[in-house]
C-alpha cells in the first residue's frame, strides 16, 4: 500500500528542487521592484507559491504575510506544514503565524504562472 502522505511530500519536494532551478532564469516573471535583483527568490513569491497550488492540484492553501516591509506569499499543505519556496529572499524568517489564508488574484493560471509551470514541468522532464 502507497502512503499518499508521504508520495505527496515527495512529489512537492521534487517540485521545489526543479523550482530553484527555474528561478535562475526567471527575472522575466518579476516585477518591480524585485526585476532585476541579483537574489532570484525576490520578487517570485507569488508566482512560484501559484504555479506549485496548480501543480499540485490545489491541494496547497495560498497565504500572505508582510514580512520586511514586503508582501510575500506561501503555502499550507494538508498537515499545516509551510512550504514558503522563496523564504530564502529574506534576512529573518517570516512571522507565519501573523498570516491569512487568502485566494489567488484568479481561479485559472495566470500567464506568469502558466509560464513558470512549463519551466518547472520542462526541468523534471515532463513535457
Not at 502512503?3 to 523550482?19: G, K, N, T, V
Not at 517570516?94 to 504562472?113: C, D, E, M
Request: one cysteine or more.
Amino acid at each position: 500500500m502507497i502512503d499518499r502522505m508521504h508520495d505527496h511530500s515527495y512529489h512537492i519536494r521534487q517540485l521545489l528542487f526543479a523550482l530553484e532551478t527555474v528561478l535562475t532564469e526567471s527575472d522575466d516573471l518579476r516585477r518591480r521592484p524585485w526585476k532585476g535583483s541579483r537574489n532570484r527568490y525576490s520578487g517570485h513569491c507569488y508566482v512560484a507559491c501559484e504555479a506549485l497550488y496548480h501543480l499540485t492540484d490545489k491541494c496547497l492553501k495560498p497565504c500572505f504575510v508582510q514580512h520586511e516591509n514586503q508582501p510575500h506569499w506561501f503555502l499550507i499543505d494538508p498537515s499545516q506544514n509551510i512550504i514558503d519556496p522563496t523564504v530564502k529572499q529574506f534576512r529573518s524568517k517570516p512571522v507565519y503565524k501573523n498570516s491569512r489564508r487568502i485566494g489567488f488574484l484568479t481561479k485559472q493560471p495566470s500567464r506568469r504562472a502558466l509560464i513558470m509551470i512549463s519551466r518547472i514541468e520542462k526541468e523534471l522532464n515532463l513535457k
